[in-house]
């Protein structure tokens, strides 16, 4: 009984490289949340992802940074070209059935992603 | 989501209950009250719920004001291993949006 897995936990790029950090759901959840948390502050929301769509990416910063979540497979975070301030501990959580106000949402370890 | 103001820290003596509070003066009927926590180096967790009524579960329980304008999460008895950030969270249940809202949190310190 697998909990939400995240890899790599540890991630280092030098400036204008990409970073892709992997999330898998737990059993039997189709829905997903990408949080980045930028040192000493609280997790904010990137993007929320279901199958194959996007349903709100709100969050996510306009340029370089994009998700996805295929038919088959983890669902990916990508960021191109980084910069430091993209340095930070990004969260995948996974939840099962249609969100609401009482399905709790399960956190993975997190990837902390070093940009040198 | 409505918004909620707790203290930045609190302390507790290990193996003494523990009372942590959170302010939602502008909650709505629909909101529902939830709490998470997150230990060093790992990401949140899931510690209880609300709506009106108090909770009750195996980490912990849930105090809800009758005017539901506060709430206060009860850790029973402090362990070390309760040492984290708890975040007390408002979600409404007919709001489109799907994911949490973090504030800041209290960083619970459990001393030995």
């Known amino acids: 009984n697998a909990g939400v897995m995240q890899n790599p936990r540890h991630l280092v790029r030098r400036r204008g490289q990409e970073a892709r950090l992997r999330c898998s759901p737990m059993?039997?959840?189709?829905?997903v949340y990408w949080y980045r948390q930028l040192p000493e502050e609280g997790l904010k929301f990137m993007v929320y992802?279901?199958?194959?769509?996007?349903?709100?990416e709100s969050g996510m910063p306009k340029e370089r940074f994009s998700a996805e979540f295929p038919k088959e497979g983890p669902s990916i975070l990508r960021i191109q070209q980084v910069v430091r301030g993209d340095s930070a501990a990004y969260f995948c959580?996974?939840?099962?059935?249609?969100?609401?106000?009482?399905?709790?949402?399960?956190f993975g370890p997190g990837t902390r992603l070093t940009v040198l | 989501d409505a918004k909620t103001t707790q203290p930045n820290s609190m302390e507790s003596n290990e193996e003494e209950p523990v009372h942590l509070p959170c302010n939602h003066s502008?909650?709505?009927?629909?909101?529902?009250i939830h709490w998470y926590r997150q230990l060093p180096s790992q990401g949140p967790e899931y510690v209880i719920h609300?709506?009106?009524s108090n909770v009750n579960n195996r980490m912990a329980s849930l105090a809800i004001a009758e005017d539901r304008k506060s709430s206060t999460l009860i850790l029973h008895r402090a362990t070390l291993r309760d040492a984290a950030v708890y975040y007390c969270?408002?979600?409404?249940?007919?709001?489109?949006?799907?994911?949490?809202?973090f504030g800041s949190g209290t960083q619970l310190t459990v001393l030995p």
């Open positions: 959580a996974s939840s099962q059935g249609v969100p609401s106000s009482y399905n709790e949402q399960f």
């Open positions: 059993k039997g959840h189709s829905h």
């Open positions: 992802l279901q199958k194959e769509n996007i349903i709100d």
């Open positions: 502008t909650i709505s009927g629909t909101d529902y």
């Open positions: 609300g709506l009106t």
């Open positions: 969270i408002l979600r409404d249940i007919q709001g489109s949006a799907r994911q949490l809202t």
